[in-house]
């Protein structure tokens, strides 16, 4: 693996933490599925790691599109 330029590598399971952190457990799950992403190419949280995006590039696009949940979460 080549450096990214930010240098910060994230696992699927972290993201999924950072997920239900800033969401709750009621909200995360439907969230991962059903709530499409602009910065994603319209894409889910599933269909983005599905089509190989990594966990720290949709986290970057979570937290652009919604500050306020995961402000406390970065």
């Given at each position: 693996l080549e450096p990214?330029?930010?240098?910060?590598?994230?696992?699927i399971s972290d993201l999924r933490e950072r997920?239900?952190?800033s969401f709750g457990p009621q909200w995360a799950p439907s969230?991962?599925?059903d709530i499409a992403l602009?910065?994603?190419g319209?894409?889910?949280?599933?269909?983005?790691?599905?089509?190989?995006?990594?966990?720290?590039?949709i986290w970057r696009a979570l937290c652009k599109a919604h500050p306020e949940?995961?402000?406390p979460h970065k």
């Open positions: 990214r330029a930010h240098n910060f590598y994230m696992r997920i239900l952190l969230f991962s599925a602009s910065e994603l319209s894409k889910s949280v599933n269909e983005a790691l599905a089509a190989g995006h990594e966990p720290d590039e949940q995961t402000a």
